[in-house]
């Protein structure tokens, strides 16, 4: 076997901002394993704020080269135990390497990676479209643009009700929010019955990710259901969550990739929690795996290679009416060869 990395800059068509900050471009990197002839891929985005560096991604995956190269891949569960405590610093890192390695596993068996996993056949929850935080105008024109049947929302500035209201004047569709942790809990619970009244169905982390006493509170008292995304990075933070949430939004790049999300849906549905997943800005790399395990979800947040000035990757389509995966094994998608540094 043979590993590839690809260093990306995915370039954004409209500046995204959420309550941290703007982006105008999404580092990532993709890594590609080769074997046998077949080339699979994975893929995770570079995000300091969760320690996950691009430089240090592909440092670490160097370092242990010679032990991934050497590897039998016989099953992605194996390989992952395997390179788990060699990757744990850099669970983004870990992730490009395991869907990677489902990638390859399931093409090998000439199957779709769902096929393999033996998940029902493709159905499960349309994604959302996500609006940044913006100006009731900006917004109000994304919606024109789009005309989405699943909003969610950026919140967390200033004038957060105001837009949600002039939103709900203008569409039908369904409506969801995500403060990203920008509220205190005297806001949150301020705004959650006003948002209930113009039919928002959920709101995505209103508190800072640390915040659980104030999170025990919002959960006793909120009038929608709340879902866990900063404040569920791993499989270990399940338990916590199923006291302060409702649900939990998993992210592949955040746990580990394919392999432990397996594990963290099974053990979110035995303590009675939703189960959504969510992407990052990344390609279709990336929203091709999530798109594998859409029978499993109750909601998902995979618009995040809609906004890329190019398509750096193909693999699934998503569009108002729903999603189209390429007829081929594994995840199916792969780097444009333009994009590929080797």
């Known amino acids: 076997m043979q590993m590839l990395l690809h260093p990306l800059k995915l ?167 995500d403060a990203n942790g920008g509220w205190t809990l005297q806001q949150a619970l301020e705004i959650a019955p006003l948002l209930q009244e113009i039919g928002v169905e959920f709101i995505e982390q209103p508190l800072p990710k640390d915040d659980w006493e104030g999170m025990k509170a919002l959960y006793a008292q909120s009038t929608l259901p709340l879902i866990a995304d900063e404040s569920c990075q791993s499989e270990a933070d399940i338990e916590s969550c199923a006291t302060c949430f409702h649900g939990i939004n998993i992210k592949l790049a955040k746990c580990g990739g394919i392999t432990p999300a397996l594990r963290m849906i099974k053990k979110a549905r035995a303590l009675g929690l939703k189960v959504m997943m969510g992407c990052m800005i990344e390609s279709r790399i990336g929203i091709s795996a999530i798109a594998q395990l859409l029978p499993l979800l109750d909601a998902v947040d995979m618009d995040g290679a809609f906004n890329l000035k190019y398509q750096y990757a193909d693999g699934v389509e998503i569009n108002r009416s729903g999603l189209t995966l390429p007829a081929k094994y594994g995840i199916g998608a792969s780097l444009n060869p333009k994009y590929r540094s080797a």
């Open 11 to 177: 370039e954004i068509a409209r500046p995204f901002r959420i309550s941290r900050g703007l982006k105008t471009y999404q580092e990532c990197l993709i890594v590609e394993l080769r074997d046998e002839g077949l080339s699979a891929w994975g893929e995770a985005a570079a995000h300091p704020y969760f320690g996950a560096d691009l430089s240090q991604m592909m440092a670490l995956l160097e370092k242990q080269r010679t032990f991934i190269e050497k590897s039998p891949l016989l099953h992605p569960v194996d390989f992952w135990r395997e390179m788990q405590p060699r990757l744990a610093t850099q669970s983004f890192a870990l992730a490009a390497l395991d869907i990677a390695a489902n990638d390859l596993w399931a093409q090998k068996q000439k199957k779709t990676l769902r096929e393999a996993l033996n998940i029902p056949p493709l159905n499960g929850p349309h994604s959302n479209m996500t609006l940044g935080l913006d100006t009731i105008p900006e917004l109000l024109a994304s919606i024109d643009r789009y005309q989405w049947p699943i909003y969610k929302v950026k919140l967390g500035g200033a004038h957060d009700l105001e837009s949600m209201r002039a939103i709900r004047t203008h569409t039908k569709a369904v409506l969801r929010v």
